[in-house]
């Protein structure tokens, strides 16, 4: 997997004056959907991508954007067709930090926007929950030994309390159905360290049997370790029957 900063516009952009940039990041969250590659304000076939063989379960790092509107198109990786998705006309602000997920099976192939607020907190750990699972009903996440830190998440949605503070350690964690509170997922020995900011992914699919999650991490305090943002770490995987 290649990311590639080859938006056009943007060298001549950031050379004439300076402007404010959104960190933009970019998920595969399609658990039945190839490698892909991804055309920012480039027709495939017409340039490069701008990202190249992005697989499931991974993500690039935030490549910067200045405030502007931008053409995101989607498709298998080495090929110009199909165009599996087609977002035209998104807005970024510079002052804003996004990430944009892919989701749902190949069929219904669908962008997911999210808005980031990487803001880290000395004193905690920051995390996100997000349920991209597409044939998983809604969830919560909680501590195996009970307490809620997530609570009726559905599909493609963040979880509603967005980014919450939780001391740095290393927890036993589950993804519980809502419906009734059956155990769908356990996530034991998940490690969080104070002054990181995170969003967990909940991937894949009950059919395929390759449910999963799958921590980002958005923000990290250690200077030069900017390449790390992004990078997905698989954590979980349990398989239904």
Same mark, same amino acid.
């Given at each position: 997997?290649?990311?590639?900063?080859?938006?056009?516009?943007?060298?001549?952009?950031?050379?004439?004056?300076?402007?404010?940039?959104?960190?933009?990041?970019? =998920?595969?969250?399609?658990?039945?959907t190839?490698?892909?590659?991804?055309?920012?304000?480039?027709?495939?076939?017409?340039?490069? !991508?701008? =990202?190249?063989?992005?697989?499931?379960?991974?993500?690039?790092?935030?490549?910067?954007l200045?405030? %502007?509107?931008?053409?995101?198109?989607?498709?298998?990786?080495?090929?110009?067709?199909p165009?599996?998705?087609?977002?035209l %006309?998104?807005?970024?602000?510079?002052?804003?930090d996004?990430? =944009?997920?892919?989701?749902?099976?190949?069929?219904?192939?669908?962008?997911?926007?999210?808005?980031?607020?990487?803001?880290?907190?000395?004193?905690?750990?920051?995390?996100?929950f997000?349920?991209?699972?597409?044939?998983?009903?809604?969830?919560?996440?909680?501590?195996?030994?009970?307490?809620?830190?997530?609570?009726?998440?559905?599909?493609?949605?963040?979880?509603?309390?967005?980014?919450?503070?939780? !001391?740095?350690?290393?927890?036993?964690?589950?993804?519980?159905?809502?419906?009734?509170?059956?155990?769908?997922?356990?996530?034991?020995?998940?490690?969080?360290?104070?002054?990181?900011?995170?969003?967990?992914?909940?991937?894949?699919?009950?059919?395929?049997?390759?449910?999963?999650?799958?921590?980002?991490?958005?923000?990290?305090?250690?200077?030069?370790?900017?390449?790390?943002l992004?990078?997905?770490?698989?954590?979980?995987?349990?398989?239904?029957?």
């Amino acid at each position: 997997m290649q990311n590639r900063l080859l938006v056009p516009g943007i060298v001549t952009a950031l050379a004439v004056a300076p402007a404010a940039l959104a960190g933009v990041r970019v =998920i595969h969250a399609s658990p039945n959907t190839p490698a892909v590659d991804v055309y920012v304000n480039t027709v495939p076939g017409s340039g490069n !991508p701008a =990202i190249e063989d992005l697989a499931f379960t991974q993500g690039t790092g935030y490549v910067p954007l200045p405030t %502007g509107t931008y053409d995101f198109r989607v498709t298998p990786a080495n090929a110009t067709t199909p165009v599996a998705i087609s977002a035209l %006309g998104v807005g970024i602000d510079g002052n804003t930090d996004y990430t =944009i997920a892919a989701i749902d099976f190949f069929n219904n192939i669908r962008p997911l926007v999210l808005v980031d607020n990487r803001t880290q907190n000395p004193n905690a750990a920051r995390v996100r929950f997000v349920h991209a699972a597409p044939d998983v009903p809604a969830v919560d996440v909680g501590l195996l030994s009970g307490g809620v830190l997530f609570d009726n998440t559905a599909f493609g949605n963040a979880a509603d309390e967005g980014y919450i503070n939780v !001391p740095g350690g290393t927890y036993d964690l589950g993804v519980f159905l809502d419906s009734n509170n059956g155990l769908a997922l356990p996530l034991p020995g998940i490690t969080l360290q104070n002054n990181v900011v995170y969003t967990v992914f909940a991937m894949g699919s009950l059919a395929q049997g390759n449910v999963q999650a799958v921590i980002f991490i958005d923000q990290i305090p250690s200077p030069g370790a900017a390449a790390l943002l992004g990078m997905g770490a698989l954590v979980a995987t349990r398989r239904r029957r």
